[in-house]
């Protein structure tokens, strides 16, 4: 059975970073980070994702978002810098177990979630 528990949230002032972990069990091929701003829907598309072999693909094309693996730990990161106010939101790891070539960005790719942890961006 796979359990995902986020932590590292929290609240923060624009321009700093912030680096959220995820603490995983069970068997998955990938894992990805997603989140949801309030008052809308999760985002289908992961910010980043990363697969077993440590591959990772990333949505944002201005690095932003950063995601890596310590397999000794089995913690799953994301580091977020330069955090603007518009990244509040709640911040949900997924771990996947379909085959796949490359770690998939779409949500329908996965198939647990954790519990999510909240990041507050003020000006």
């Known amino acids: 059975q796979v359990q995902l528990v986020e932590s590292g949230g929290g609240s923060a002032q624009a321009g700093m970073s912030l680096r959220l972990s995820c603490i995983y069990s069970?068997?998955?091929?990938?894992w990805g980070w997603f989140r949801q701003a309030p008052g809308k829907e999760r985002e289908g598309r992961a910010l980043?994702?990363?697969?077993?072999?440590?591959?990772t693909r990333h949505a944002d094309m201005k690095g932003r978002f950063t995601i890596s693996k310590d397999n000794a730990k089995n913690t799953l990161y994301l580091q977020i810098d330069s955090l603007q106010p518009e990244d509040t939101a709640i911040y949900y790891c997924?771990?996947?177990?379909?085959?796949?070539?490359?770690?998939?960005?779409?949500?329908?790719?996965?198939?647990?979630w954790g519990q999510g942890t909240q990041v507050t961006v003020s000006t």
């Open positions: 069970g068997f998955s091929r990938y």
């Open positions: 980043a994702a990363v697969n077993s072999d440590g591959t």
């Open positions: 997924a771990a996947g177990t379909f085959a796949r070539p490359v770690p998939p960005l779409a949500d329908s790719q996965y198939n647990d």
